[in-house]
């Protein structure tokens, strides 16, 4: 089998026992605001990824502050969501990011229309697209069989908290890591 490297867009999602536990969830409103404007400043409005730049300002909906997270493994104590950094990718960009959620809620045509991005982006083919999914699909399914494992292990998974840390630079991140220590959520274990 080919391995599909070099794409610029690739699929990716997040392990289950994260889902909904965001930085992003975890702090203010008020606080996320402020970030994403100075994301999207520093990003002159552009997708990282693709280039879209917004037709006018009521298109700037369409750019999304990503968070890059990296997750740990099983703990007996806790699970950790270390924030990496953030990127400003436009919402097409982003439905790749979280393939799993995508799929399950966007028609069959919307799903052509993002594939169609990504070869697009990744000048490539249909099939290119497919075999990156199929591997893609292969790689997830071994992480997942290794979680399952892990869970077996400890098997009051669900109820554990989420915790995070920051490992990279984003704006605030003084305020963003006060208010996650203020709620418990700010992990100080290397």
């Known amino acids: 089998m080919k391995k599909q490297t070099g794409f610029i867009l690739q699929v990716n999602w997040k ?102 991005h990504f070869m697009m982006v990744n000048q490539c083919t249909k099939d290119d697209f497919m075999e990156h999914y199929r591997e893609v699909r292969e790689d997830k399914g071994n992480q997942i069989l290794e979680y399952l494992q892990q869970f077996k292990k400890v098997p009051d998974i669900k109820t554990r908290i989420v915790k995070f840390k920051i490992d990279g630079e984003i704006p605030y991140k003084d305020e963003v890591v006060a208010q996650l220590k203020k709620k418990g959520l700010y992990s100080e274990n290397l």
């Open 15 to 116: 392990p289950s026992a994260y889902h909904y536990h965001t930085v992003r969830k975890a702090i203010s409103q008020t606080l996320w605001k402020k970030i994403r404007l100075q994301v999207l400043d520093a990003e002159n409005k552009t997708c990282c990824t693709c280039g879209y730049v917004p037709n006018g300002e009521g298109e700037i909906k369409k750019l999304h502050v990503h968070e890059i997270e990296e997750y740990s493994d099983i703990h007996d104590d806790e699970l950790i969501c270390t924030l990496k950094g953030l990127n400003l990718i436009c919402v097409k960009c982003h439905s790749f990011h979280h393939w799993g959620r995508t799929v399950s809620v966007l028609s069959k045509d919307q799903i052509d229309g993002l594939i169609e």
